[in-house]
């Protein structure tokens, strides 16, 4: 599968270009550096057009891999303060969307100080 084909196929299934790229650069992370010889290896599998992320979802090969790697994520996001979670939550929507942060009284409720 070439480079392209599994661009749209991470576009149509985050339904975002942007999410999409955003995914896309987690694979490369994952399959260059941080995630173990599993991890790097599904991350591979997918960028080279072997699977997808769908198939991967539902493959028991990769089933302890992923669920270890969301436990490890779940702990770390339990440990964060309030103002933590509103400045990562600032970081990623920037990261992916290139949007400017919000001041944390928005960013909780969505709308400016004032708007009803």
């Known amino acids: 599968m070439t480079d392209d084909a599994v661009r749209r196929g991470l576009e149509d299934m985050a339904g ?17 550096r ?8 599904l991350a ?11 198939a991967v979802a539902r493959s028991a090969a990769y089933a302890s891999a992923i669920t270890d790697g969301i436990a490890s994520y779940r702990s770390w996001e339990a440990r964060l303060s309030p103002e933590e979670r509103i400045s990562f939550e600032r970081e990623a929507r920037n990261l992916i969307y290139g949007e400017p942060p919000k001041r944390p009284d928005t960013a909780r409720t969505g709308t400016d100080v004032g708007d009803t």
Do not use: C, M, N, Y
């Not at 942007?18 to 399959?31: G, H, M, N």
């Open 34 to 41: 941080s995630a173990g010889p599993d991890l790097a290896e």
């Open 44 to 54: 591979r599998d997918v960028l080279d057009g072997r699977t997808d992320l769908r």
């Open 16 to 32: 975002d270009p942007k999410l999409a790229e955003s995914i896309r650069r987690s694979l490369e992370q994952l399959r260059d």
